[in-house]
């Protein structure tokens, strides 16, 4: 069965500093890997997509099949930073059903 | 283009009330999804539709009904809701094929007393 771990409910970093916001998966096959951000009220937006291999709003995010991790970094956070974070993963299966993990509550201190 | 659009934003319920969620996308994307966001617990699919005609559960399907109208709309139905429904819908669509993200609307808040 496919699981998606955020181990970090909340992560407070002040401003200007690096934030890593971890993601671990397990999946037997050849997962396909996702960064979503909801800002405060607002609907779910794509942040990454691990094919794309992109930075978008200066966030990165590599895929790490040995580790199983699909970690988001940032250089230097930024306050418009502050959001929810999910981290999902797709498995094929289904209409290609997306699982979440339970996300993790990003605040930039400024 | 609005993408994914989701009628009502908000509403409160009575326990055992009936009520179905609304939702249509403009994209002429095939499949169509409803997931409920719980704190703590992210967001868990209650039912897709891979396609016009076809639905299936997801992860938490129980309490809930759903229609595929047609391409463009996929409805949730709760027939006699329940205080542990309260929670937040979103719907979400997405082309077919791989590595297609989902879009999502901008969601329903509901409210069961």
């Known amino acids: 069965a496919q699981r998606v771990t955020q181990p970090e409910k909340l992560l407070s970093v002040f401003k200007g500093a690096p934030v890593e916001l971890k993601c671990n998966y397990s999946y037997s096959g050849s997962p396909e890997l996702f960064w979503y951000v909801q800002y405060s009220r607002q609907r779910l937006q794509l942040l990454l997509r691990?094919?794309s291999r992109e930075s978008i709003k200066g966030f990165t995010a590599d895929l790490n099949k040995g580790e199983t991790s699909f970690h988001l970094k940032k250089p230097f956070a930024q306050e418009e930073d502050s959001a929810m974070y999910y981290c999902a993963l797709s498995t094929f299966t289904g209409a290609n059903n997306l699982f979440f993990g339970t996300g993790t509550r990003l605040t930039v201190i400024p | 283009n609005a993408g994914v659009t989701q009628t009502p934003k908000f509403q409160v319920l009575k326990t055992g009330q009936s009520m179905t969620l609304q939702c249509a996308q403009d994209m002429n994307h095939n499949s169509m999804y409803w997931y409920r966001q719980d704190p703590g617990m992210g967001l868990r699919l209650i039912y897709y539709s891979a396609s016009e005609g076809t639905t299936d559960k997801g992860e938490v399907p129980n309490g809930y009904n759903v229609s595929r109208l047609n391409k463009r709309e996929f409805s949730l139905r709760l027939e006699s809701a329940a205080p542990s429904q309260t929670s937040v819908y979103f719907c979400?669509?997405?082309?077919?094929?791989?590595?297609?993200?989902?879009?999502f609307g901008d969601g329903t808040r509901l409210s069961i007393l």
């Open positions: 691990h094919i």
């Open positions: 979400a669509s997405r082309f077919p094929g791989t590595n297609q993200p989902q879009h």
